[in-house]
């Protein structure tokens, strides 16, 4: 059947309960169910480098299923148990699914974002007690290995470490090469360094041990990472079914093709694209140890598509606008049918010029670590209302609650997004359960059941008259650069530790590329003399992630705040959509200026533009269409 509208939906739901679908318990049982229909298919292909006639090696889900079983076999002979963890610190390569999924045969999987620091890696792999660490063998232009080896040394649960070599890709002059070139990485720490392939490869092909019987948490996903101690999600056998049957279900068949240039350490990645294939049989391609950051990936993407013969491609909206500068050209791109954009809202202007450029219809969608990613979807079949993240999946009840009274809201009334579905943890999201205290709200004539609870998502929206879910802001402060997740209170902290600083106050601010940015406001206290560019560089000095550097800082004479001094942080973002949408209308030569900013009931925070020359409508959507926050003209 098609998956046009609610009506789909629910046909889908009435079909059975979703505990009467005839689904398997556990990964390795999806994996065996769909190696057992598909063996000969393709099931996982990965390049090192981005040409489109560079060496890619593929595994058929016969041979991924059996990799697995040799992967579990070799973390339960070292020790894991199916309450032990297994964490990696990878880029993306073969061997890091298969870890991944190997990981939860045998215990608990943890992915870990390698961009992060060795102090936050160390903090995560003590968090969950990991056993095991999974990592990279010293290997030129990446530091990983360097930071697993202090991560490890910060964290003496870790017994072995595991090293990948990616050496095995390459061919040619680069395989002699790299040997001679690699860097030195002298470790402290008292784990056991081995091979990975070594001794996988010694392992056998039929699983030594029984697969779990029952549904439990099989996976480990840390949230942000920025402050000093992670929250880590747990992520249960169900949730991780419960994605994959969404993948063959609505999207894919054995058939199709995904491009997946997004980190294994990511939810969207691993649950989602993974998931999906894992589900449905179809392929999934892995371009470069970085994904879209991989040096060419960009320039190739296109090619990429046209060699592997793409049906769906994964993005974000900041690849999206990169991909936009790189024409498609003589590249066949006939066999691409959808564009599956999420992590970040899709700025309407860049919606319309990419399917414009490459012809392909994109469907944006929702989802979040806590519940196990996915949430909604612009339907396939159906409407596409841009600016919205679709309706809710079949078996996921979504409520929209007024975060003073607690009362579900009308039709498009503004509350917070609250979700029940397979994929919630009822009560226990995180694995330090003060951190789920207020996370849910019980469920109140509730489809699902009268004792479900619902996860708050901390994310501000709305459901239309046809049952589309709109992301109109946030009722949590995270900011939101290009996907990933900072913490504001690393920035606040940090700034609040000069002693020129009396308040400080972080926002995302506005970006056409990353969709926001962090930026901070300061108070001085009383008679303090210090520059905005010395702020700047103390801050730098002292958060510890890049990507969390503020790219512009603000002395202002008082901060906004409430009735009882809490920094009121919707007059710094107000203040930030002004100054962001000023300068990007005067630099485009547009004769137009932000006559205020205010809080429309349906679309967030809007911007009010007046005009100060002679100017059109399609003038100011080009500048500012390029932006997720909406703007209308001035009354």
């Given at each position: ?550 790219k512009h800082l603000e002395i202002m004479d008082e901060l906004p705040k409430t009735a009882v001094g809490k920094i009121f942080k919707p007059d710094l973002r107000k203040s930030a959509i002004t100054r962001i949408f000023n300068a990007a209308l005067s630099d485009a030569g547009v004769a137009a200026e932000v006559g205020s900013v205010s809080e429309d009931k349906k679309r967030g925070l809007e911007a009010h533009i007046r005009k100060i020359g002679d100017v059109t409508d399609a003038d100011v959507n080009k500048v500012l269409g390029a932006f997720s926050n909406p703007w209308d003209w001035e009354e």
């Open positions: 059947m098609t998956y046009a509208d609610v009506v789909d939906r629910n046909a889908i739901e009435n079909e059975q309960a979703w505990g009467d679908r005839d689904l398997p318990v556990t990964t390795y049982g999806m994996l065996s169910r769909t190696a057992g229909k598909f063996p000969d298919c393709k099931a996982l292909s990965y390049q090192l480098t981005s040409g489109p006639t560079d060496k890619v090696e593929t595994f058929t889900w016969s041979e991924l299923k059996d990799k697995t079983t040799q992967t579990a076999n070799m973390f339960r002979e070292l020790g894991i148990g199916e309450n032990d963890v297994v964490a990696y610190l990878l880029p993306n390569a073969n061997e890091t699914v298969l870890t991944y999924l190997g990981g939860q045969v045998a215990g608990i999987v943890n992915p870990i974002n390698p961009l992060l620091e060795a102090e936050q890696i160390g903090a995560i792999l003590r968090e969950t007690g990991a056993k095991v660490l999974v990592t990279l063998r010293s290997f030129p232009k990446t530091d990983v290995a360097q930071k697993a080896a202090k991560a490890v040394a910060l964290a003496p649960n870790v017994q072995t470490v595991l090293e990948v070599d990616l050496l095995r890709y390459l061919t040619g002059v680069k395989k002699l090469i790299v040997p001679l070139i690699r860097p030195k990485n002298p470790v402290t720490h008292s784990a056991k360094v081995m091979n990975f392939n070594v001794e996988m490869d010694r392992q056998p092909k039929t699983l030594s041990f029984a697969d779990s019987e029952v549904d439990r948490v099989a996976a480990y996903f840390h949230t942000g990472g920025t402050t000093g101690m992670p929250k880590v999600a747990q992520h249960r056998y169900s949730g991780i079914i419960y994605n994959a049957w969404l993948g063959d279900r609505l999207l894919f068949t054995e058939h199709d093709v995904q491009m997946c240039p997004l980190p294994m350490f990511h939810v969207f990645a691993a649950i989602v694209s993974l998931g999906a294939s894992l589900g449905s049989g179809a392929q999934i391609v892995f371009p470069t140890p970085q994904g879209y950051r991989g040096d060419g990936v960009f320039d190739n993407f296109w090619k990429l598509i046209e060699r592997h013969k793409a049906t769906f491609m994964i993005t974000v909206p900041t690849a999206m606008s990169a991909l936009m500068q790189r024409p498609v050209g003589d590249a066949d791109i006939s066999s691409l049918r959808l564009a599956f954009c999420g992590s970040a809202p899709l700025p309407l202007e860049l919606y319309r010029r990419f399917e414009e450029a490459a012809g392909v219809t994109i469907c944006e969608g929702y989802g979040l670590t806590e519940a196990t990613c996915l949430v909604s979807i612009n339907p396939p079949d159906g409407e596409k209302r841009i600016g919205s993240i679709g309706i809710p999946f079949p078996y996921t009840d979504v409520r929209i609650v007024n975060v003073v009274t607690q009362v579900d809201c009308d039709a498009d009334e503004i509350g917070e997004i609250c979700i029940a579905s397979p994929g919630v943890y009822d009560g226990k999201t995180y694995t330090e359960t003060a951190k789920n205290a207020d996370l849910f709200y019980p469920g109140v004539d509730s489809p699902l059941g009268a004792d479900v609870q619902y996860l708050r998502t901390g994310d501000l929206g709305r459901i239309d008259a046809e049952g589309y879910l709109w992301i109109t802001g946030r009722a949590k402060d995270l900011i939101i650069r290009g996907g990933h997740n900072i913490d504001p209170a690393e920035i606040e902290e940090a700034l609040a530790g000069h002693e020129a600083v009396a308040f400080a106050g972080a926002i995302g601010q506005p970006d056409a590329h990353a969709g926001e940015i962090p930026c901070a406001y300061v108070e001085l206290v009383d008679g303090a003399t210090i520059t905005e560019a010395e702020l700047l560089a103390f801050a730098k000095e002292n958060i510890h992630e890049r990507a969390a550097h503020p």
